[in-house]
T-cell receptor
């Protein structure tokens, strides 16, 4: 069975700081990878996704993530965070043979103005 | 266009009662998913519908949980004899087709069992 680990449960940053959120998954086959964001009081929204091709993917709002197959990782990055990035971030994986997303436990990011 | 909608947004029920949660997927989306988001368990898959195929019920936590999808569109998740551990936010998502894998989530129904 596939699983996803997000090592940082809570992250506090000041505005303009750089962000990197870790995500590791366990699955032996081909996977598709996602980062979702949940802003306070809002529903889950897709930030970015990786299906194939260039392992460095760019998403909305200046976010990017890099798929490193050898490390089973898909870390999320942003060079300069803003107060409006305060949210909970979820890494998720789905295998080509699977039917459902498997989510990590989420990382709560607080950006101090 | 319209996104995934869910109703009710909040539901408070007494232990032992049955509840029904509704999901309206994005028009034209053939795949529909139910997930549960709770403090202790994070986001968990419950059930998946794809077109007219038999649903994947592998995530349902007990036989008190069931779901239907009528006419390939609206879905209802039913929880019978609710227990306090059923308290959670129930999320519905839909996608254009299984192969696209990009799922769009609704706002969820917050269920509180007292």
């Amino acid at each position: 069975a596939q699983s996803v680990s997000q090592h940082n449960h809570h992250v506090i940053l000041s505005e303009a700081a750089s962000l990197e959120l870790g995500c590791n998954y366990s699955y032996g086959g081909t996977v598709n990878l996602f980062w979702y964001v949940q802003y306070p009081g809002q529903h889950l929204q897709l930030l970015l996704k990786y299906f194939s091709g260039d392992p460095l993917v760019k998403g909305i709002k200046g976010f990017e993530a890099e798929f490193i197959k050898s490390k089973f990782s898909f870390n999320l990055r942003k060079p300069s965070v803003q107060w409006s990035d305060t949210a909970e971030y979820f890494c998720a994986v789905i295998s080509n043979a699977g039917n459902m997303l498997t989510f990590g436990g989420g990382t709560r990011l607080m950006v101090k103005p | 266009g319209a996104g995934v909608s869910q109703s009710p947004s909040n539901k408070v029920t007494e232990k032992g009662k049955d509840v029904e949660l509704r999901c309206d997927p994005i028009s034209g989306h053939t795949a529909l998913y139910w997930y549960r988001q709770s403090l202790g368990q994070g986001l968990e898959f419950l059930i998946y519908f794809q077109g007219n195929s038999a649903p994947d019920k592998s995530g349902l936590p007990s036989d008190r949980f069931s779901a239907e999808r009528t006419g390939g569109s609206v879905s209802t998740l039913t929880i019978q004899r609710t227990q306090q551990e059923d308290s959670a936010v129930y999320l519905c998502a839909s996608s254009l087709a299984r192969v696209s894998y990009e799922q769009y989530f609704g706002p969820g129904t917050r269920l509180t069992v007292t």
